[in-house]
């Protein structure tokens, strides 16, 4: 058994958070071993805190959000979808704000910088979740299913399928032989452009930009709701291509899927200890992905 892990040294990352538009800096640290991973919103008075734990989580509406007390963090699944793959069981995130930076909409910018620093061993041992019995979360009227079941290794055999003829059904199997900083971590949030005007309408994504999500358009534009798009993201020509808002080329064919496993690798992470199972997710989101890591959870605690 392997003994847990933190960062070696400090890394910074500065810019907006995707839904709030507040610029953030936010500060990883090492932290003592048994400790988890946990939040500090050092812009607020007393400097709460907040531990990254399934129980925690109060929102999965477009993100995931944890919250214990006055302190509150959104948008946390990247950052623990990079520390929690690449090694790191220990660490105290500071943010001077309620949402964590969206970069470049995926986990590339983190995971290059936990790299770069490395990570440190600690005196304690890693703590193992080894699963025994099948357990499921569903939501049958959307298609959505998340298993886990008895394995000796992790793994996780994700597939997503939207009925959409652009992108297609897309499926990744992840092992712990991947690797999570070239095959994964690169890969950007997306949305469907139906779905822009109504976020926008809600307040959300107004740190968004084209630069920071795949955009998936299904229908043929008009030229009024294309300039609208080119004014609500400040470009002055944005065309379709191949289903696609042509802003940049996808990084894989299949970036689509490998950024919900991107997503779900954060999200079980709230789990708190490392997964020994098979994870089955079809077409997962956060409220499915936080709420399998807390059925684990509960049967930690029985």
Request: proline share 4%.
């Amino acid at each position: 058994m392997s003994n847990q892990r933190t960062l070696a040294a400090p890394i910074t990352f500065s810019g907006k958070g995707l839904h709030t538009g507040e610029l953030v800096t936010m500060t990883v640290r090492p932290a003592e071993a048994e400790s988890g991973i946990i939040f500090r919103r050092t812009d607020l008075k007393g400097t709460p805190t907040v531990a990254a734990l399934a129980h925690n989580v109060c929102d999965t509406s477009r993100g995931t959000t944890i919250k214990d007390g006055k302190a509150k963090v959104s948008t946390i699944e990247h950052i623990m979808s990079a520390l929690w793959t690449l090694g790191v069981d220990n660490a105290l995130v500071d943010i001077d704000a309620p949402e964590t930076p969206i970069m470049d909409g995926s986990a590339r910018e983190y995971a290059s910088e936990i790299l770069r620093v490395g990570t440190v061993e600690q005196g304690a041992p890693r703590r193992y979740f080894e699963v025994e019995e099948a357990c499921a979360y569903e939501i049958a009227k959307k298609g959505v299913k998340v298993e886990v079941l008895p394995a000796e290794e992790f793994t996780i055999d994700i597939t997503v399928d939207y009925n959409s003829s652009v992108v297609g059904v897309q499926n990744f199997l992840y092992t712990e032989a991947v690797d999570y900083t070239a095959e994964i971590s690169p890969c950007r949030t997306f949305v469907f452009l139906h779905e822009i005007e109504l976020l926008l309408k809600l307040g959300l994504i107004k740190g968004g930009s084209v630069e920071s999500a795949i955009v998936v358009v299904e229908k043929p534009i008009s030229e009024g709701t294309r300039k609208r798009i080119c004014k609500s993201f400040g470009k002055e020509n944005i065309e379709v291509e191949r289903g696609y808002l042509n802003h940049q080329p996808l990084r894989f064919d299949n970036e689509i899927v490998r950024h919900k496993l991107l997503d779900i690798l954060g999200d079980l992470a709230l789990l708190g200890r490392r997964i020994k199972g098979r994870v089955v997710a079809v077409r997962p989101g956060h409220l499915a992905n936080t709420q399998t890591a807390l059925l684990l959870e509960k049967k930690l605690a029985e």
